[in-house]
């Protein structure tokens, strides 16, 4: 599995930014992909995830401002970012993974190369 973020960037506070990610999966398209983001100093977090269904799910602290969203035939997820803030500066990355059975999110251990935002108050 080969994972390639994009779009990432600098903008002000209360900015957009569109995030693109391009999952390349031999022979197959992804069951359940999501976003996750890393900022300095800290661990790795889960912004949200979308099935084949185009079913999502979010962390609170991006409900109402983010939008996860797929192109299944290309293997693609597009993260749409608005009115963001200073505290969602980080490396954004994405990733493939599966649904366990409590419903959670389980990424694949693959990592590709992410994508910087930073966000200026």
């Known amino acids: 599995v080969q994972l390639q973020a994009s779009g990432g960037g600098w903008v002000q506070a209360g900015g957009s930014l569109r995030l693109s990610c391009v999952a390349s999966?031999?022979?197959?398209?992804?069951?359940?992909m999501g976003w996750h983001r890393q900022a300095p100093g800290k661990g790795r977090e889960l912004v949200a995830f979308?099935?084949?269904?185009?079913?999502?799910n979010y962390v609170a602290s991006v409900k109402g401002r983010f939008t996860i969203s797929r192109d299944g035939a290309k293997n693609t997820i597009y993260l749409q970012m608005n009115d963001l803030k200073p505290a969602d500066s980080a490396v954004y990355s994405c990733?493939?993974?599966?649904?366990?059975?409590?419903?959670?999110?389980?990424?694949?251990?693959?990592w590709g190369l992410g994508t910087l935002v930073t966000v200026s108050s």
């Open positions: 979308i099935d084949r269904g185009s079913r999502s």
């Open positions: 999966v031999l022979g197959r398209s992804a069951e359940v």
């Open positions: 990733s493939v993974g599966r649904i366990s059975g409590d419903g959670d999110y389980r990424p694949y251990d693959f």
